[in-house]
């Protein structure tokens, strides 16, 4: 089993930045793919960006692209969010997550690995 933890999370204001971590441990070679999804209160779960361990395959949603760069770190067994400008609508609880098979993590359904989330608000 993959193990996934997941920091970085906190409280800031609109306009500021904050570097997500997920460290991966356990049998990391058999990932293909990372992603991060959020999930807001009372909303559902929704994709944010995906990588794979090469630095390839990235895409993100719509309301992050240009202000998100997702990015790994293979000696470190780490995937990064960077997120900058953030805004009110960006608070939510972060999760990491792996996949053994796509080479890319769009949707939360059948994703094999998640991490437990890091919370991140961001006042206006």
């Known amino acids: 089993q993959v193990q996934l933890v997941e920091s970085g999370g906190g409280l800031v204001q609109a306009g500021e930045s904050l570097r997500l971590s997920c460290v991966a441990s356990?049998?990391?070679?058999?990932?293909?793919?990372l992603g991060w999804f959020r999930q807001a209160p009372g909303k559902e779960r929704e994709f944010v960006a995906t990588?794979?361990?090469?630095?390839?395959?990235?895409y993100y949603a719509d309301s992050v692209k240009g202000r998100c760069t997702i990015s790994t770190d293979f000696a470190k067994n780490t995937v990064y969010l960077q997120m900058n400008s953030l805004k009110p609508e960006d608070t939510a609880v972060y999760y990491c997550?792996?996949?053994?098979?796509?080479?890319?993590?769009?949707?939360?359904?059948?994703?094999?690995?998640w991490g437990k989330g890091t919370l991140v608000t961001v006042s206006s």
């Open positions: 356990g049998p990391t070679f058999t990932v293909a793919a």
């Open positions: 997550a792996a996949d053994r098979t796509r080479p890319a993590i769009l949707s939360n359904g059948g994703v094999d690995y």
């Open positions: 990588i794979n361990w090469s630095g390839h395959n990235t």
